[in-house]
């Protein structure tokens, strides 16, 4: 593994996120370096200690031994996940895993990960990304090498509901379905979709210690629709102001390879997309996206349908304030 020396407060971004910050601003640049060290911290303040064992499902970004980065799921019930101390955090193995999961072997010691805490029905979301320090048939370690809060801004809350009675998951797993591109049926949940997660990962995610240079994994959300297919290997995702960390798109920049998960809110079904990014500010690009500040182009290599993998079932959606004057999108 790669030496490196721990980044100073002022160097908490990479050249990736910082790149997409002065693009913005200089001065934005400037403000945000001041405020790096106290925004990306070492280690899980006790707020986000609590949060992180409380919950009963977890959004993971892994990497395959290629490079690709992969957004998944586990869910085990609150107190899956447990921390040690503030610079650790336990993910038990036992009934956590989902039927099918393609991410399931990439949980070795050494590797690279990024856990993405969210609480739909309050909105409340918080970042870990870090490293598999320790892995066996129980649980994985985690040693934290950036633990951060997020806002809510475009969250469309959701309450998570009890299993039903007497059944593991909403319908019986079905085989994976594996495709170069959006089915029908695919491209029918794609285009209803309120939210869905990305993972992405520095080009040197897999060799460095450098905390920036890890795996991410992040929400998206918006107006149904508001991830518009432009055709079966096609889509095109508006991005609007937010925090400014750029810690999705700054990855894309230096590695455009990303991971998407779509949940079926309704069914259970979770849909994996692989792509390559390219991150668009031209008119041309923005036009039919009102207020976006940029757009994500996906162009689509690989796509899983596993139907029924998720076990538990959701409450009716209740828009964000922030999305509701967003949309609808021309195509």
Not at 20 to 32: I, K
Not at 58 to 84: H, I, Y
Not at 265 to 286: H, I, K, M, N, S
Not at 299 to 321: E, K, N, T
Request: proline residues 8%; hydrophobic residues 40%.
């Amino acid at each position: 593994m790669t030496a490196v020396r721990p980044p100073d407060p002022l160097e908490a971004f990479h050249e990736g996120e910082q790149a997409l910050q002065h693009q913005v601003s200089p001065m934005l640049r400037e403000r945000m370096a001041e405020a790096g060290g106290r925004v990306l911290r070492d280690h899980m303040p006790e707020q986000h200690q609590q949060f992180f064992a409380q919950q009963p499902f977890v959004v993971t970004g892994t990497v395959a031994d290629d490079g690709q980065p992969w957004a998944s799921l586990r869910a085990g019930g609150a107190g899956f996940m447990q921390v040690p101390d503030a610079s650790h955090l336990r993910l038990r193995w036992q009934g956590s895993g989902l039927a099918g999961d393609p991410t399931a072997d990439h949980w070795q010691a050494g590797r690279p990960v990024g856990l993405l805490g969210i609480e739909p029905v309050t909105r409340r979301r918080n970042r870990l990304n870090g490293r598999i320090t320790a892995q066996d048939d129980d649980s994985a370690l985690i040693e934290v090498g950036q633990s951060f809060g997020n806002c809510p801004k475009y969250i469309v809350a959701r309450e998570l509901l009890p299993r039903r009675a007497g059944s593991a998951s909403l319908v019986e797993p079905a085989p994976i379905e594996r495709h170069s591109a959006l089915s029908s049926q695919a491209q029918a949940l794609v285009a209803q979709a309120d939210t869905f997660f990305v993972a992405t990962a520095h080009p040197q995610s897999g060799t460095s210690s450098d905390p920036r240079h890890g795996v991410d994994v992040s929400h998206r959300g918006g107006p149904p629709g508001f991830v518009r297919v432009d055709h079966p290997g096609q889509l095109s995702v508006p991005d609007f102001s937010g925090n400014f960390y750029f810690n999705t798109l700054g990855n894309l920049l230096l590695e455009p390879r990303a991971g998407l998960l779509f949940i079926d809110f309704e069914r259970g079904d979770l849909l994996y997309v692989l792509a390559q990014a390219q991150l668009l500010t031209d008119a041309a690009a923005l036009r039919g996206f009102a207020g976006a500040q940029r757009v994500l182009r996906l162009h689509l290599s690989q796509v899983l349908h596993l139907r029924g993998a998720w076990p538990w079932h959701w409450g009716p959606p209740q828009a964000s304030p922030h999305v509701q004057g967003l949309g609808p999108w021309r195509s």
